[in-house]
């Protein structure tokens, strides 16, 4: 009973993992929808583990370490290969000039910052109730998201026509990873309503962003998200 207890959120994030590498090498694939589903069932094992370990207090080194890297599969290598195969269509042209590389490689960069990002995030003791910069699961969403939305109903057309908004996106998201900038936490401090009032603002706008545009509001919602976190920046501490 014990081995279980002690390992159950071990096996959790490994869960995470696993999940993450089928959705990569569906997403190279081009089955999208599989990829979905896998990113689905990562940020739940993502979510559960920690939940698990802090319940059953099985807190551990090994366990912190073992997030960080089934997160950098799941929410780093992915968005990294959706900004590549973003990018495939276009070959080595960027505006309008040629390339010695297919310019398709750039979208990794977002995995290099994702990585990065995850090494500074297990390193800093403040990011408790709120992020410093995008985290890795949100960035996912937001590019991922984008990309689904764009190929299941063709929305945001004018990014994927685009390599140089593609190029752009790619850097900023980049950069988001590890800007200083306030991103919300989903932890409440108390139950009074003054320590949470970004929170309710963020869950009633995103249940009504999702309920009116369901897929194509997925990644509107990271970027709404954004735009609460930006607001309500003195209260994020």
């Not at 807190?59 to 599969?73: F, K, T, Y």
């Not at 040629?98 to 990794?108: A, C, S």
């Not at 949100?138 to 945001?156: D, I, M, P, Q, R």
């Not at 603002?201 to 369901?214: M, R, S």
Request: aromatic residues 14%.
């Amino acid at each position: 009973m014990d081995f279980i207890k002690n390992n159950l959120a071990n096996a959790l994030t490994l869960a995470n993992l696993f999940a993450g590498c089928v959705g990569a090498i569906h997403l190279i694939l081009g089955d999208y929808q599989t990829t979905a589903i896998c990113l689905i069932l990562s940020s739940i094992f993502d979510f559960f583990d920690g939940f698990v370990a802090r319940a059953v207090k099985s807190n551990s080194n090994l366990g912190l370490q073992l997030d960080s890297l089934a997160d950098m599969v799941s929410f780093g290598v992915i968005p990294g290969l959706t900004m590549y195969k973003a990018l495939e269509p276009f070959g080595a042209e960027l505006l309008g000039m040629h390339f010695p590389f297919e310019i398709k490689y750039l979208g990794l960069i977002v995995t290099v910052f994702s990585c990065l990002r995850l090494a500074i995030f297990n390193l800093d003791e403040e990011q408790r109730y709120y992020f410093k910069g995008l985290n890795t699961p949100t960035n996912t969403v937001l590019l991922f998201g984008l990309y689904y939305a764009f190929k299941e109903t063709g929305s945001f057309s004018f990014l994927f026509d685009n390599e140089l908004l593609l190029v752009l996106l790619t850097l900023l998201t980049s950069w988001l990873l590890i800007s200083p900038i306030k991103m919300m936490a989903m932890k409440f401090k108390s139950k009074q309503l003054k320590d949470n009032y970004p929170k309710v603002v963020l869950l009633v706008g995103g249940i009504a962003i999702l309920a009116i545009f369901q897929i194509v509001g997925i990644p509107m919602l990271v970027i709404y998200y954004m735009v609460v976190s930006l607001i309500f920046q003195a209260q994020l501490k």
